[in-house]
Every structure is written in structure tokens, then in C-alpha cells.
């Protein structure tokens, strides 16, 4: 197992005032093998560090996966906070793609184990950066991850929490599934798979509609379990540290609703609500499902306003 950081020069981006943010290859101890992503560091003095987190399923370091979601989301912001002088880390989650050698079964995970590779990342990071903390910028899912690999962290700064869940996640996937006209004919079997994996037993999908066998597959019923276990709610209530909660408001995927629970758990935390942005934070007109959904494919349209301006001001605030 290799237990290092390797570091490989990639390229050069240009930055704010002629400084030239260098991209990185980088690694950390996983499980099984190396754990891979990519830094990019500011050329900036005292730089803010940020983690960024993948949401679900076979989501990459740029925020895409093989699914049909190709909005390069996370290496955007990553762009986009080097330019405020503040570096970051996007990675694979273990199992997948440069993190293939991590571990041999991505489906074979909890969350627990997520949030240990996060305390693996940031203790490497912090080795090379010599920095007391790293910010983690958990988006979907990653807000769960980040949320847990917080907990008594003395290493996390603090949190960002992008288009993140406020109710257990089995609520979410039931009202997700309650969303859509055409899951009618399966909705009643849908709810009690949930019912049965909230309260942490596996199900039998030998017998249901292939569209749910394949969302409730024998193989990923061990995360959902895990997954469906915790309240983002009682974790944000005790977390003391900075929070932001960063949520767009034409998202289809996580609501307002669930940004202001998260925000009634954690009364210190700021809210910042972005009317144009969607849950891959790009901007989106109108309240179209086909337009909102074509952004996810679209690896060149840029972030929506407001959202680099919300992370960047919170976690390198103007100096006095």
C-alpha cells in the first residue's frame, strides 16, 4: 500500500494578478491502495485549503460520472476559488476511477468509511501544507460525508454545504420518487423498500419492477442502510464550528425546505440562497425540468452567479 503523496506538475492556469495556480496529481492512503485527486494551489499567501467532496454514485473529481452528468461542477470551482487565492482538492471516491486500487468493491462502502478517507486526505494535506485545518466543501451526498468526517475534527475548519439534504436521506428519495408521475405504478413498493432499509433490514427486489431493482440492487443495500441511519440535522446541531449552507433555488433534487432545517439545527451557520442555481449549481431561467436537467450535461456553462462569491467570502473573509 502506497502510504505518500505523489505530486505531478499537469499545468499551469493562469490566476489574479499574474499568479499562476499549479495543478497537481495527488494521493493518500486508502484501504486497499492510493486514494487520487487533484490540488490546485493558489499562488497566494496564507491560502485557504478546501476539500471538495463528490455527491452519489459514480461521481468523479470534476463532478461528472459515466450516468449522463457532464456539468464539471467541482473542477469549476475549483477554477473559480483560485481566483480568489484559494486552493483545493477535488477526488475520487474509493473504488472508482483514480481510486480504483483504493478499495476492489465501490459498492462495498459506508459512510463512516467515506468520512475516514476525508481524515485520510486531510491529514496528508495538511503534512504538505503545513496548515492547522482544511474547509470541506461537501456537495448532495459529500454534505453528509462532510458532516460526519467533522465531528469532533480539531483538523476541519469548518464546513461548506452545498445543495445538502436536511432530512435523513431515505425522506428524500421517497419524496423524490413521490416527485415523478410515472413512478405511480411502483410508488407503494418504492416506499416500503425505504421503509425496510430506514430501519435497517434488506430487501428481497427479486420480485420488483426492474426500475427499483436496479435503484435497490442486493449489492448497494449495505450503503443505503448506512446512509438512511443519520439525521443531517442532529449532526449540523452539533457541530460548533463555521457553517455555510450554500442552496440553489431551482434545485429539483434537494429544496429549499431542506437548507432552512439544516440552518433551524445550527442557528449560527449562514444561508446563502441562490435563485438561478440548480443542485449542479449552474444557472437555470425558468422553472423547465428538460432545461434544468440539460445543464447537468454541460461542462461549459459556468457556475451560477453568486457561488464562488458565497465560498470564497466565507472561507477567506475580507480582511479589516
Not at 486514494?35 to 499567501?45: E, F, K, Q, V, Y
Not at 472508482?96 to 486526505?121: C, M, Q, R
Request: aromatic letters at 6%; hydrophobic letters at 45%.
Amino acid at each position: 500500500m502506497r502510504t505518500f503523496i505523489a505530486f505531478f506538475l499537469t499545468f499551469l492556469a493562469i490566476g489574479p494578478l499574474g499568479a499562476a495556480p499549479v495543478e497537481t496529481s495527488v494521493e493518500a492512503p486508502g484501504p486497499a491502495g492510493a486514494l487520487a485527486g487533484t490540488m490546485l494551489s493558489a499562488d497566494a499567501p496564507n491560502s485557504p485549503i478546501v476539500l471538495i467532496i463528490p455527491g452519489s454514485g459514480p461521481t468523479d473529481r470534476d463532478g461528472n460520472n459515466p450516468l449522463g452528468v457532464k456539468a464539471g461542477t467541482y473542477k469549476l470551482l475549483a477554477e473559480g476559488l483560485a481566483t480568489r487565492g484559494i486552493t483545493t482538492v477535488r477526488i475520487d471516491k474509493r473504488g472508482l476511477f483514480g481510486s480504483k486500487e483504493a478499495f476492489p468493491d465501490a459498492n462495498a462502502v459506508t459512510i463512516p468509511e467515506y468520512a475516514a478517507d476525508v481524515h485520510a486526505w486531510t491529514s496528508v494535506i495538511r503534512r504538505q501544507k503545513n496548515v492547522p485545518c482544511l474547509w470541506l466543501l461537501g456537495h448532495s451526498e459529500g454534505a453528509l460525508v462532510a458532516m460526519v468526517a467533522a465531528q469532533n475534527a480539531p483538523d476541519i475548519c469548518g464546513l461548506v454545504l452545498a445543495a445538502a439534504a436536511g432530512r435523513p436521506i431515505g425522506e428524500v428519495l421517497k419524496d423524490q420518487l413521490e416527485a415523478n408521475p410515472a413512478n405511480a405504478p411502483v410508488l407503494d413498493q418504492g416506499l416500503k423498500a425505504i421503509d425496510s432499509l430506514e430501519a435497517g433490514h434488506a430487501i428481497d427486489v427479486s420480485g420488483m419492477n426492474p426500475a427499483l431493482s436496479r435503484l435497490f440492487r442486493p449489492n448497494v443495500q449495505g450503503f443505503l442502510i448506512s446512509e438512511f441511519s443519520y439525521d443531517p440535522a442532529v449532526l449540523l446541531a452539533k457541530y460548533p464550528k463555521p457553517v455555510l449552507i450554500l442552496q440553489g433555488e431551482r434545485d429539483i433534487q434537494v429544496g429549499v425546505a431542506d437548507a432552512r432545517r439544516l440552518e433551524r439545527a445550527d442557528p449560527k451557520a449562514k444561508l446563502v440562497l441562490l435563485p438561478a442555481a440548480n443542485h449542479v449549481l449552474k444557472p437555470v431561467a425558468s422553472d423547465n425540468r428538460a432545461d434544468n436537467l440539460a445543464t447537468y450535461a454541460n461542462p461549459n456553462l459556468p457556475l451560477a452567479p453568486g457561488v464562488i462569491d458565497a465560498i470564497s467570502g466565507f472561507v477567506s473573509p475580507p480582511q479589516p
